[in-house]
């Protein structure tokens, strides 16, 4: 299978097998007015299998939402064909305004524009708590 290049644009890299079609309509690329590559179960040595989305525009993700779904992605910077920045990703050490309190008694229940922070608490099983409450 021959899939084209980017250009100019971004390739996210490292997607875990099954992910690439939760963080494509998380982008919302079947919006975007440019060439999408949405790439699924390419073999992989580290991973066995993953996905690949190729995006041929300059979008700048939410790196943050981007590490909370997958903290294994690499974000390919590409510039006239050729990789002009790499960023690995990892799980955020804080959420702002991703993840919403499920607490009916937290300050983000009662007061709406109070913004949604929720911190890392535990790296190895992904737990993140409210900043206000510490719910989970």
């Known amino acids: 299978m021959n899939i084209d290049g980017v250009n100019n644009g971004i390739v996210l890299d490292h997607i875990r097998a099954g992910t690439g079609i939760v963080i494509y309509n998380y982008l919302s690329l079947e919006k975007q007015d440019c060439c999408v590559a949405l790439i699924q179960n390419v073999k992989s040595g580290k991973y066995g299998k993953k996905d690949i989305i190729k995006i041929d525009s300059d979008i700048e993700p939410d790196l943050d939402m981007l590490g909370y779904l997958d903290p294994n992605i690499t974000v390919n910077y590409i510039r006239d064909g050729k ?5 690995h990703l990892e799980l955020p050490k804080e959420l702002h305004n991703i993840l919403k309190c499920k607490n009916p008694r937290c ?6 524009e109070a913004e949604q922070i929720f911190v890392l608490t535990d790296r190895k099983n992904r737990i993140y ?7 989970q």
């Open 83 to 87: 990789l002009l920045k790499k960023s």
């Open 107 to 112: 300050i983000t229940a009662t007061e709406p």
């Open 129 to 135: 708590r409210c900043a206000y409450c510490e719910e």
